[in-house]
């Protein structure tokens, strides 16, 4: 499971005040190259920041200590790499069958484009073109909704008229007129495909979600079909329908398996290349053992062999460099089954590990101490293995936007008999930092005090909050016997609490002494920051991300406005958080942290009892109640004081770009570098790495 960041805010905008431009315009180009001028507070730093357009920022990491990589891990990391971004199209696809045919015009259209870059229109069809590379299709990537040029369809078919034919998807004798007839309404049209991911329970989930997971098949039948397929007797059960797309066939419904000589085998055969050239130079046996089992699933599609290999990969622990490389997460799907494409590439921060080993190695003693009912709590808590890492390439679902966290392998049982790896990408963390403002701060956070709490301590905090989030609160708990795996007991709204309960066992620490005995957090100020921070981005900052009038889907947000609200309404009577407006401006403010603490550990205790006792009428009532429904004032207030900040709520990342070094055909140095132009990274991939066909 891989966390999601909300924004951190940091210092450098609080120097910047209140920003006088408006948001209205598309970018805010000014106030970033003013912020990037401020961080560069000497001559070597690095620019965090390229540029915002949108709702988007887009930043850049560094990957620090590479130069001191031996030429055998270099390499590694370069094979793994190539591997990570041949399985980038691949996201595009499960996405929206269309969205390849759509990148691969908009790639023509800006690759032929001869005139001037600054007439309007263009600049128009470039915002779109950059927010469809940054979402991996017509679908935003976070909100899921689908989003639209601000060009008029006559201008759009004009550019494609005027592209290099060549270039565009067309079919077999299909004219470029014919093709843009058919293109501009799935690009145009708010009625063909208007959610990546629908999450509204009313509705057939699997109709009215754009992904293509599901073809030809409803709800009702593909719940049906993968039922038929759960024993509950079975104590090592794969993860069901994970890598495959569900389609009916002359009435019969069958699956199309994600494998070499399956579908997507032109993308995987190329990601099986590179691994298996990676296994070459791998560090150790146990590294090598895992990547042979990963091509073994990637040519079989056995989910069978995806534990084999998921078990293999919790077991190398010693090796400095990781991939996570596969089906992963399943938060694209509305039945919360089948994986997007998605990887990581990473070298281990050996310094900073210690802090997040220190947490790991002491997580027996976390859940003999937290508020479980006796029953839910681990006896054995396994293997947990716990580092921080720098990332060097991310792709498919980790790419642009990227995860903070990672706790992997998903399936529940390997999790309990096996362990699992959780990771802090700490260069990533570093980047947000560094490129964030305080504006948020300033503007949402009641007074001084608090103010300044949060912008000395939360930065620390939050990298807390995702170590313990990662390594102590999705490894924790247990499942009563013959209950089954959450994603079968508690459905649609299991993301959004396995989310919370990791979250809640994060913040009932963050208060705990033993942060402070153990050395990781100088004191409990800390823990008080990020309380302040939780609850007011909770309950407010976060909706700055929601279009006016639309309830909250995606699981994260889902959770922590659940959290942040049960919170505030069970501590109500003795005013434990206090809703406060002045001036017209609304304020969360914590009176009593000690008794919050309290509230969150029964929440934790009631949202485990609800994953042990897959309890799916609780969960739903929790999340329905407390994490969907936005108080429509209190929206409209805060879209208000956030465009008066000029920040782009959602940021992601250009990768760093390896290149080998060649001598009489062998590698002998990798470079490294950081490009700065988005558009020409979203260029070069698809010109190297599109091997998928366009659906036509
Ligand atoms: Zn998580």
Redesign the pocket.
Known sequence: ???KLFIVPISVALVLGACKSNQSDITSQEVVAKQDTMMKDSAEAFEYVSEQFADLRILRYEVPGFDQLSLQQKELLYYLSEAALCGRDIMWDQNYKFNLTIRKTIDAIAESYKGDVNNEDYKKFMVYAKRVWFSRGIHHHYGSEKFFPELSQEIFAQFISNADASKLPLNAGESVKDFTTRLLPIIYDPKIAPKKVSLDSKKDLILNSAVNFYEGVNQQEAIAFYEKMVDKKDTTPVMIGLNSKLVKENGVIVEKVWKVGGMYTQAIEKIVYWLEKAITVAENAEQKDALQKLVKFYKSGSLKDFDEYNIAWVKDTQSAIDVTNGFIEVYEDPLGKKATFESVVSVRDFEASKRIAMIGANAQWFEDNSTLFPEHKKKNVKGISAKVINAVMESGDAAPSTPI?I?LPNNEWIRETHGSKSVNLGNIVEAYEKAAGGSVVNEFYYNDAIKKNVLDYAGLADKLHTDM??VI??ASGQIEPGIGQPHETLKNYASAL??GR??LVALYYLMDQKLVDLGVMPSLEYGKASYDEYITKGLMVQLSRLKLGDNIEEA?MRNRQMIAKWAFEKGQKENVIEKKVENGKTFFVINDYLKLRVLFGELLKELQRIKSQGDYKAGKALIENYGVKVDLALHKEVLERYTKLSMAPYQGFIQPKLTPVMKDGKIVDVKIEYPKSFTEQMLEYSKNYSFLPAIN
Do not use: C, K, S
């Open positions: 499971m891989t966390t966290g706790n989030h990662e609160g999705h396995e989310e990791a979250d994260h």
